[in-house]
C-alpha cells in the first residue's frame, strides 16, 4: 500500500512520514528538499537544477519538478509487503489547482492500493474558522484524488487538545460560528461531506515529535487498508 501525506509547508510531513516509515519504506518526492528516504526524488529531479534549466523561481521549479515527476516510473519500489509512505511538498496547489498530484497518485494506484494523511497544524487550527478551511481543503483534495483520506492533526504537543476536540462535536462547531446562516450551513455540509467521504470520521491526533496519538493513526491506516483491499 501506499500512503500519501499531503499538507501544507511546515504540517510536519517529513517529521511524521520519517517516524511512520521506521520498518517501511520511505519515499521523499520533495525535490527541493535533500532527504535521507529510502527512494529519494532528488536522485532524478533537484528543484534548482530545474530552476536553472528552466529559468524558473523556487515555486516554478517545484511545479515543473511535480509535471516530470509525474511522467517517470523509476522512483516507485516494488515492495508488496511493507506500506510505502510518500513525503511530498507543501506546494498545495500540486493537488489542489493542477493536476500532477492526481496523475502521481494515478500512477502508484496503478501498482497498489494508495490511500493519503491530510496533515494540518495543531497550532493553526486555534481558530474554529481555520478548523472550517482545513476541512474544506481537505475535501477538495479528496475529490480531486479519489482516494480514501485519513485527516491528521499533528503537533497536539503544542496546543491545548480540548479546545480542538470541542469542534468535533457538530453542535458545539455550529455555536462556536460568528458568521450567519450561510456559513453555519457550509459548515455542516462540509462536515457531511467529510464524514461521508473518510474512513476515519474525526480527525486523528497525533504529534510527530512525541509520537502521542501513533497507535491510532496506525490502526487507521491499516483499517483503511482493509478497505483498500476489499475494493480491488
Ligand atoms: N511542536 C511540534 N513541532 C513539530 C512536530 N513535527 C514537526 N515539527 C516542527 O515543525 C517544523 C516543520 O516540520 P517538517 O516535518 O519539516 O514539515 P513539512 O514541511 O510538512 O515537511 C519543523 O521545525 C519541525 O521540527 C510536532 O509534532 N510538534
Ligand atoms: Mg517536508
Known amino acids: 500500500m501506499f500512503v500519501v501525506l499531503i499538507g501544507p ?15 517501511d519504506i520511505l519515499i521523499n518526492l520533495d525535490a527541493a528538499t535533500p532527504s535521507h528516504a529510502d527512494v529519494d526524488i532528488r536522485k532524478w529531479v533537484r528543484a534548482e537544477d530545474i530552476q536553472k534549466k528552466y529559468g524558473l523561481g523556487i515555486n516554478g521549479a517545484l511545479l515543473k519538478s511535480m509535471e516530470i515527476i509525474a511522467e517517470m516510473e523509476e522512483w516507485i519500489p ?5 506500506i510505502k509512505f510518500v513525503d511530498t511538498p507543501g ?17 502508484l494506484a496503478a501498482r497498489d ?23 474544506a481543503q481537505n475535501a477538495m483534495i479528496n475529490l480531486k484524488l479519489g482516494v480514501p483520506s485519513v485527516t491528521v492533526i499533528n ?11 470541542r469542534y468535533f462535536d457538530m ?4 455555536k462556536m460560528l460568528k458568521g450567519g446562516d ?4 457550509l459548515a455542516s455540509g462540509l462536515v457531511d461531506y467529510v464524514e461521508y467521504t473518510s474512513i476515519y470520521q474525526r480527525p486523528i491526533m497525533v504529534s510527530a515529535k512525541t509520537g502521542e496519538g501513533m497507535d491510532d493513526l496506525y490502526s487507521a491506516i491499516y483499517e483503511v487498508h482493509c478497505s483498500c483491499g476489499d475494493l480491488s
Open 78 to 82: 516494488e515492495d508488496a509487503e511493507r
Open 182 to 185: 450561510a456559513l453555519v450551513s
Open 9 to 23: 509547508a511546515a504540517a510536519s510531513k517529513t517529521t511524521l512520514a520519517r517516524r511512520l516509515a521506521k520498518n
Open 91 to 107: 506546494q498545495l496547489e500540486v493537488f489542489l489547482y493542477h493536476d500532477m498530484g492526481r496523475r502521481v497518485v494515478e500512477k
Open 155 to 165: 503537533k497536539v504537543d503544542a496546543v491545548d487538545r480540548e479546545r480542538i476536540t
Open 113 to 135: 492500493a494508495v490511500s493519503s494523511l491530510f496533515l494540518v497544524d495543531a497550532t493553526e487550527m486555534m481558530e474554529v474558522e481555520n478548523y472550517l478551511a482545513m476541512l
Open 171 to 174: 453542535e458545539n462547531l455550529l
